[in-house]
């Protein structure tokens, strides 16, 4: 039996950005990065950016929000998923809970995330999953996560390293960018990128490394005209793709 699509495609976990003008520093070998440089270097500095949607909900330490506000979070900012998870949850933050509402209510409780119409139908139907084959739990495992109707790799990612402290890479559009940006990887898709990073990155880093990239790239190491002049990092980037800084 095929396993559940997720979500719609316009909302699915495989957000691509379109690839950028390839530079000269694309030829350096990948893995040639000093990582573990980068990642301290980053981790000093995170202290002073704005935290991520998605962190200020695991330190909540509750899986099922986490897996919520993921599916909140597609295509959509932090800046907006945030406020919508927390008058969601304000309402229903169980299983039980969510399956006492209807639809059309999820929809306006989440206003104005992207395909908020969509993503309330998923979320019933993820809630009705959990009790019916999870006895209302989130299942810990990335296979067990991509069964549930909606849950993609960068969901199930999420859930298994914020939910459950257990390793796994979760690869978003932040994470695909940087890592080919800084020269770490050489990929064409999240996909890609993820199955390169667990092929090197070492396994100490998994967890954190989403969320660490996500705010860098929030805050400094934008799509476009990244902060080049005052990044952490600048002298361990190989600035694969970048024509324009700030």
């Known amino acids: 039996m095929p396993r559940p699509r997720s979500l719609v495609s316009a909302v699915a976990d495989r957000t691509v950005e379109s690839p950028a003008p390839r530079a000269r520093a694309s030829r350096v070998q990948p893995g040639s990065v000093d990582i573990a440089a980068v990642i301290r270097r980053l981790r000093r500095t995170r ?3 704005n935290p991520t949607a998605l962190a200020e909900f695991a330190e909540q330490g509750d ?3 986490i897996l919520i506000a993921c599916i909140l979070s597609l295509r959509t900012q932090d800046t907006t998923t945030g406020p919508a998870a927390a008058r969601l949850f304000a309402v229903a933050s169980t299983p039980a ?3 006492r509402l209807r639809a059309s209510r999820i929809a306006r409780l989440i206003y104005p995330v ?3 119409r969509t993503k309330a139908g998923v979320i019933l ?3 009705r999953d959990l009790l019916e084959r999870f006895a209302g739990k989130v299942p810990d495992t990335i296979d067990e996560l991509l069964t549930l109707n909606g849950v993609g790799r960068k969901t199930a990612n999420l859930v298994v390293t914020m939910g459950f402290d257990k390793p796994g890479i979760c690869v978003d559009t932040h994470v695909h960018r940087i890592s080919n940006r800084l020269g770490y990887v050489r990929t064409k898709t999240p996909e ?3 199955m390169a990073l667990r092929g090197r990155l070492p396994r100490r880093y998994w967890i954190g490394y989403n969320d660490l990239l996500v705010a860098f790239g929030q ?3 934008a799509p476009i005209r990244p902060r ?3 990044c952490p990092v600048s002298a361990l980037c190989r600035r694969v793709g970048v024509t324009s800084a700030r």
């Open 63 to 65: 899986p099922f929000r």
């Open 47 to 49: 202290p002073a950016w």
């Open 192 to 194: 890609e990128t993820e």
């Open 219 to 221: 805050n400094v190491c």
């Open 114 to 116: 992207g395909f908020y």
């Open 97 to 99: 809970e969510m399956l």
């Open 125 to 127: 139907g993820i809630c």
């Open 228 to 230: 080049c002049s005052t």
